[in-house]
């Protein structure tokens, strides 16, 4: 399981920072694409989201469901398992909320 800060991730302008290995670059896009897509709709639970899980090879797609006691957003994937929980999402340039 990943858990996540998704500002870990960030640059000091709140953009995905450039200077960082790619691995770690689609890791936090593959983040910001779950923040964007879940608050979205948020608080409601997304059983399939469209997004295609990270890891290779793999034909899932990713659950995502927003904890309501600590915001924390939870993902898994469909088939393979993978999942993760994203915290320090709220106030990103992702953070759809109202």
């Keep these: 399981m990943f858990i996540s800060n ?3 991730f960030l640059d ?3 953009n995905i920072a450039k200077e960082m290995y790619k691995e770690g670059r ?3 896009s593959f983040l910001a694409l779950i923040v964007d897509t879940a608050t979205k709709v948020y608080p409601t639970p997304i059983k399939i989201s469209g997004i295609r899980c990270l ?5 899932g797609t990713i659950e995502i469901e ?4 600590n915001e924390a957003i939870a993902w898994e994937c469909t088939k393979c398992g993978e999942a993760g929980r994203i915290s320090g999402w ?6 759809n909320r109202q």
Excluded at 66 to 69: G, H, R
Excluded at 90 to 95: A, F, G, L, N, S
């Design 12 to 14: 000091e302008k709140g």
């Design 55 to 59: 890891k290779k090879k793999c034909l």
């Design 26 to 28: 689609e890791m936090a």
């Design 90 to 95: 709220q106030k990103t340039k992702w953070d």
């Design 66 to 69: 927003v904890d309501k006691a």
């Design 6 to 8: 998704l500002t870990h």
